[in-house]
């Protein structure tokens, strides 16, 4: 089974930085990966397909990039609503990464 | 509107059964292949199982195969989970999802299993 590290797990920032998640898969999974965000009770929301793509309605200060087995989603400018937990899946065999939480510092 | 709502959660004792459906509208649900991921308290998303749109074969979590079973009706745009032989490790929110063009693009609200004596 191919399996997704997320880092960091935890990613305290200000209002207007600049962050970046990464995810690595244990084999290439090309670009077949999805990125979510997940707000405290309730369901995730899609926001990166097939590594870069933006989903419709997705602000664009999101941005995915990468291919094979490293992966990166970044907020150009953090607002408010941001601070959620994301979640990296690949779409080989669906698995998700363990998640970072994204916490106000 | 795509609409995905879960139902059938709630209280089993261990090695208990329940089943889980989903109810699916705004959308031509016999198109969409659909997946059920399930998402402990405090944790993470786990993806369970995945269907194709047609009903005929499905996919599962190493953690679940054997005890679970993913179906459809596409007549009722209704997914079911089957759920035997329950364990404490099961207790978790599932939720029914939709798997767009290129990933899970559409998700329920969730249905709460709880698996205690």
């Known amino acids: 089974d191919i399996q997704m590290t997320q880092s960091p797990s935890t990613l305290s920032a200000s209002v207007g930085d600049r962050v970046t998640i990464t995810c690595r898969a244990s084999?290439?999974?090309?670009?077949?990966l999805a990125w979510y965000q997940q707000k405290p009770g309730r369901p995730p929301k899609l926001l990166i397909y097939?590594?870069?793509s933006l989903q419709s309605g997705v602000p664009s200060r999101f941005s995915g990039s990468g291919s094979g087995t490293e992966f990166t989603l970044t907020i150009s400018s953090l607002q408010p609503d941001d601070f959620a937990t994301y979640y990296c899946q690949q779409y080989s065999s669906y698995t998700f990464g363990q998640g970072t939480k994204l916490e106000i510092k | 509107e795509v609409q995905l709502v879960a139902s059938g959660g709630g209280l089993v004792q261990p090695g208990g059964s329940l089943r889980l459906s989903c109810a699916g509208s705004g959308f031509t649900f016999s198109s969409y292949w659909m997946h059920w991921v399930r998402q402990a308290p405090g944790k993470g998303l786990v993806w369970v199982s995945r269907?194709?749109?047609?009903?005929?074969?499905?996919t599962y979590a190493d953690s679940v195969k054997g005890r679970f079973t993913f179906s459809r009706d596409n007549a009722q745009n209704t997914l079911y989970l089957q759920m035997n032989s329950l364990r404490a490790e099961d207790t978790a929110v599932y939720y029914c999802?939709?798997?767009?063009?290129?990933?899970?693009?559409?998700w329920g609200q969730g249905t709460l299993v709880t698996v205690s004596s």
């Open positions: 269907i194709n749109s047609d009903g005929d074969s499905a």
């Open positions: 084999q290439s999974i090309s670009t077949w």
């Open positions: 999802a939709r798997e767009g063009v290129f990933a899970i693009d559409y």
């Open positions: 097939k590594a870069s």
